[in-house]
């Protein structure tokens, strides 16, 4: 019953969140608006670069160039370079699962081939990798990405599940009409991801396990 898993990237395949986190802190604070770890969570994180761009330039009050970012890219390359890691548990929870499988990620291409590369994920889901950033015009949380993803790959909606860890896009699959699992053990706590159509795990061990179980239930 399950035709397509629809994974996210940061925070579900690759430990990327933390690290986008720490650099956040650095720029807040060079903007003169210094938060804590907790703040930049609940702010940014799941966001697309546009839409943070747009919530940075709000709580500013002035406009900033499209390419703010760059500033602090090298800073996000050595950590990145330093420290990227699958997130746990989920080499192990990809080989136990035989079910078609995509990326929709509010990322950029240029991103996602960097990162998945780096953790040796990237053949996995090669040709099957989708950007909120650059192909919809509208990223999580509208459901646009989601629904690209399925419909490029032939898949009902209904009869996809995706696999996130922001509010964002647990939104954005509940928007799409697709049942979700929520990982909690990255930096968003289960309290920010709880809500209808969605079932939450804390191991990406579990994984396999949920998705059978999803699968036998809907039967």
Known sequence: MIELVIFDCDGVLIDSEPLGVEVDKVAMAAFGLPMDEQEIVERFVGLSYAAKTAALEQLLGRALPADWWEEYRPLHSKLVEERLAPVA????????????????SNSSHRWLRR??????????????????????AHGKPAPDLFLHAARTLGADPARCVVVEDSPHGLAAANAAGMPALGYTGGVNPA?????????????????PGLLAAHAGSAA
Not at 92 to 103: D, F, Q, W
Not at 191 to 207: I, N, S, T
């Open 89 to 104: 548990g989920i080499t192990e929870a990809l080989a136990a699962i035989e079910l078609p499988a995509c990326v929709a």
């Open 115 to 136: 990162g998945l590369g780096l953790t040796g994920l990237y053949d996995r889901f090669a040709g099957r990798i989708f950007s909120g950033a650059e192909d919809v």
């Open 191 to 207: 309290a920010r991801l709880a809500g209808p159509g969605r079932v939450l795990f804390a191991d990406m061990r579990e994984l």
